[in-house]
């Protein structure tokens, strides 16, 4: 994901499009391997969504994702197989999420999403979506065929709550995703 535009010292062209500008100013907010945004750029965006939800009063749910067994896939299939799929989880997400939230890779095989004027009902159909399209997806390597699946959480924002407790609070459904039992959506 990025634009490089050369262009010869003799070229009538002139800079009349400022969205060339734009496009390396994000580029260091990208995650080279899955070309979702990084974490501090998404806590950024995700902090002036809270604030403008609270100014609004609407509601914002917020979904993160793990991917379960990630050492085991590493071990099996081989790093180049894991980074596919990590970037296969993000194509994923923004197929379901159709441009209706940012898609972060928050650490390791750990996403995340917000999602402005979505209720919990909402947020957790579409994180239900997400989880089957990612399990139901066969995937092959020399190793043999495997599936991914993923352990979700999903919180939605309380009145005059702190962007950070919103953050913990979905780590938080996360964490209990996966101590749960593994593959389904939790939500606080």
Same mark, same amino acid.
């Given at each position: ?13 002139? #800079? !009349? ?9 994000? $580029? ?8 979702? #945004? ?17 100014? &609004? ?20 299939? /081989? ?7 990590? /970037? #296969?989880? &993000? ?7 159709n441009?209706?939230?940012?898609? !972060?890779?928050?650490? *390791? /095989?750990?996403f $995340? ?5 979505f ?6 159909a ?8 990612i399990?139901?997806?066969?995937? $092959?390597?020399?190793? *043999?065929?495997y ?5 979700? *959480?999903?919180?939605?924002?309380? !009145?005059?709550?702190? #962007?950070?407790?919103?953050?913990? &609070?979905?780590?938080? &459904? ?6 749960? *039992? ?5 939500h606080?």
């Amino acid at each position: 994901m990025g634009l490089v535009l050369v262009r010869h010292p003799s070229s009538p062209v002139r #800079w !009349a499009c400022p969205k060339i500008l734009e496009v390396t100013d994000v $580029a260091p907010q990208l995650d080279l391997l899955t070309g979702a #945004w990084k974490r501090e750029y998404f806590e950024l965006q995700l902090a002036r969504a809270v604030s403008d939800s609270h100014r &609004a009063r609407q509601a914002l749910s917020i979904i993160q994702l793990d991917v379960d067994d990630l050492q085991e896939h590493n071990d099996v299939h /081989g790093a180049n197989k894991l980074n596919d799929s990590l /970037g #296969w989880v &993000a194509i994923r997400m923004s197929q379901v999420l159709n441009g209706r939230g940012p898609i !972060a890779r928050i650490q *390791g /095989g750990t996403f $995340a999403t917000f999602l402005p004027q979505f209720t919990l009902p909402r947020a957790l159909a579409v994180a239900e979506r997400i989880r089957s399209r990612i399990h139901d997806t066969r995937h $092959a390597s020399e190793a *043999g065929e495997y599936r991914l699946s993923v352990s979700m *959480g999903v919180a939605c924002l309380r !009145a005059n709550e702190p #962007w950070g407790n919103l953050l913990e &609070a979905v780590d938080a &459904a996360c964490r209990k995703a996966k101590q749960g *039992g593994r593959d389904q959506v939790v939500h606080r």
